[in-house]
């Protein structure tokens, strides 16, 4: 048996150190906040659509073939369908209420391109409801499908459709589910910085931004008080953190359970991931005054690509990469109105 000298165990100290050293500088790397800058920047001209439909809050927006659907949770109905090339309102469904196929607290929304389903979530209910946009067009009155969950840890807090029968949750503090309604599949944990005590972390996470691209295979996550941005990939009923890239440092003060963010630069104000590319408009400043006019092109890890500037405080988009448009909620005289405009 060979039994180890000083000498030897110098030498694994050293090397353990240098490892350990090495580890900490590129988790430091890793975490460096670094403003993106984005060479190639372009002025757009924006249409409006339609100015007359009175919005209160809009938070999702898609397009599927001419249509425009628009997402508002805090009108009666919340879902809305427009022409997506003249604007003129077509239909609304999604009513809020106690009964069935009606919605108790509306949260979020998404959206099946492949089937042409809409999925409106309800954390009343702890339940999806669904139907089908051709169907609305159609008759006005779609069959509603109310989809409930067996297994409650998928649907706690905010939920969105992802393809074929899974979903993704968020709990609102730390975990990310990936499941179908009998079961999870896969989970993944929102690391907090390293320089950031996690509860504080978790606390502020429930009010971040996330957006699911169109294929369903990528997942991303971005935080308004500060700019970090969480890239995943979800393949093989696998959820998979790509990448992180922190543009912009939090600055949390807490006392007792007051959070003061006074001191922080802001981050993203909305987010949209294609098939091919991440969106979103980013405040990079403290304590702003109005939403963004600009609106950011990343590639997939996060890198800057362009930066358009629409000229209006946007509020949402939605991206028609084959047609190049944009698509938003802009504020126009105070009011929200929806635009688009050329790429």
């Known amino acids: 048996m060979y039994v180890y000298s000083l000498d030897d165990m110098k030498v694994v100290v050293f090397i353990f150190l240098i490892v ?4 900490s500088c590129k988790k430091r790397e890793n975490e460096n906040y670094e403003a ?3 060479i190639n ?20 927006i898609c397009t599927y073939d001419s249509l425009l659907i628009v997402g508002d949770c805090f009108i009666n109905p919340v879902v809305h369908v427009f022409n997506k090339n003249s604007g003129d309102f077509i239909v609304s469904e999604g009513k809020i209420g106690a009964g069935p196929g009606e919605l108790v607290i509306p949260t979020d929304i998404s959206f099946d391109h492949k089937n042409g ?13 669904s139907f089908d946009i051709n169907d609305l067009i159609a008759t006005g009155k779609p069959v509603i499908e109310e989809i409930r969950f067996d297994n409650n840890q998928l649907v706690i807090n905010h939920s969105y459709y992802l393809q074929d029968s899974l979903f993704i949750s968020r709990n609102g503090l730390e975990e990310i589910v990936l499941g179908t309604k009998n ?17 504080d972390w978790k606390m502020f996470l429930s009010n971040s931004l996330v957006s699911v691209n169109p294929k369903g295979d990528k997942f991303i996550l971005g935080t308004t008080i500060g700019g970090v941005l969480y890239i995943y990939s979800i393949s093989q009923n696998k959820i998979t953190l790509d990448t992180t890239k922190y543009f912009y440092k939090p600055v949390i003060d807490r006392k007792g359970s007051i959070f003061n963010f006074d001191q922080s630069e802001y981050g993203f104000s909305n987010l949209y991931i294609s098939d091919y590319y991440i969106y979103g408009s980013i405040f990079g400043q403290k304590n702003p005054t109005d939403l963004p006019h600009d609106i950011c092109k990343f590639d997939y890890s996060g890198n800057p690509v362009a930066r358009y500037n629409v000229g209006h405080p946007v509020a949402t988009i939605a991206i028609d990469e084959k047609e190049h448009h944009i698509y938003m909620a802009i504020y126009k005289d105070g009011e929200l109105a929806l635009a688009k405009a050329s790429f």
């Open 117 to 129: 389903q809409i999925f409106i979530h309800d954390a009343g209910k702890k339940a999806f409801i």
């Open 20 to 23: 350990f050293l090495f580890s």
């Open 41 to 60: 920047q372009e002025y757009l001209d924006v249409e409006v659509i339609n100015d007359d439909f009175m919005f209160k809050a809009i938070s999702f």
């Open 36 to 38: 993106p800058i984005f």
């Open 183 to 199: 079961q999870t599949i896969d989970q993944a944990l929102l690391k907090s910085p390293a320089s950031f005590d996690p509860l």
